[in-house]
């Protein structure tokens, strides 16, 4: 069992729309992070949320995190086909969780010409 | 500045076998993480070091070892290779490890054939 529960697992859409994903758990994090993946590669870190109701933008990437630390959202406005890719939440449950991060299983975007 | 660097990129070997992964961290990080990505488990978290000692460890077979050199870089040992071992091994270096942005290597492709 996935301590972090991504949704949806997948999404396919067309360059111009709109698109969210979200991270929901019941445990309490210190602190969550993004991650884009690529096909072979490693992620790529995108985001780091530390505090309950952050909400942090990056160009047209829209990153919150929830009042309680538990759940977390990525919103992408006008797509572009460079966002495609699996993206990735991931958080420390405690502070000296020492390198250990926990993954959800993650979200496939597919963004189309 | 370079990033996380993990060598080789590529490995096939054979059951019974054993292989040694590097990963040379972000000059400066003394935290490094070991994680196995597998299309059925994801990401699964390894091991950590911090200043040449293991600070923390996942739930893998004692096959699975590692150590860290005195300039922070990173090896990973597995012996006794199964074909359950094929994954992409993912290197991580972060500052301190504790709950603080983790930078990701393109990883080691593992064949085990």
């Known amino acids: 069992t996935q301590l972090l529960e991504q949704s949806p697992q997948f999404l396919s859409i067309q360059e111009g729309e709109n698109l969210t994903v979200y991270c929901n758990s019941s445990s309490v994090f210190s602190s969550l992070q993004w991650y884009r993946q690529e096909p072979g590669e490693g992620p790529v870190l995108l985001v780091t949320?530390?505090?309950?109701?952050e909400v942090k933008k990056l160009k047209r990437l829209t990153f919150q995190f929830g009042d309680a630390r538990k759940d977390s959202s990525l919103h992408i406005t006008a797509a572009q086909p460079g966002d495609t890719g699996l993206y990735l939440c991931a958080g420390s449950v405690r502070t000296d969780s020492w390198g250990k991060l926990q993954f959800g299983a993650g979200t496939q975007v597919v963004v189309t010409p | 500045k370079a990033g996380v660097t993990q060598t080789p990129r590529y490995l096939i070997k054979t059951r019974g076998q054993q292989v040694t992964l590097s990963c040379s961290p972000i000059?400066?990080?003394?935290?490094v993480s070991w994680y196995q990505q597998t299309p059925g488990q994801g990401l699964q978290f390894l091991f950590e070091y911090f200043s040449e000692t293991q600070r923390n460890k996942g739930n893998f077979p004692g096959r699975f070892s590692g150590r860290q050199f005195s300039n922070s870089r990173s090896e990973m040992n597995v012996s006794t290779l199964e074909l359950g071992d094929s994954a992409l091994y993912l290197c991580?270096?972060?500052?301190?490890?504790?709950?603080?942005?983790?930078?990701f290597g393109q990883g080691t492709r593992l064949t085990v054939v």
């Open positions: 991580a270096s972060s500052l301190t490890g504790a709950s603080t942005e983790a930078f």
């Open positions: 949320v530390v505090t309950g109701g």
């Open positions: 000059s400066g990080h003394r935290s």
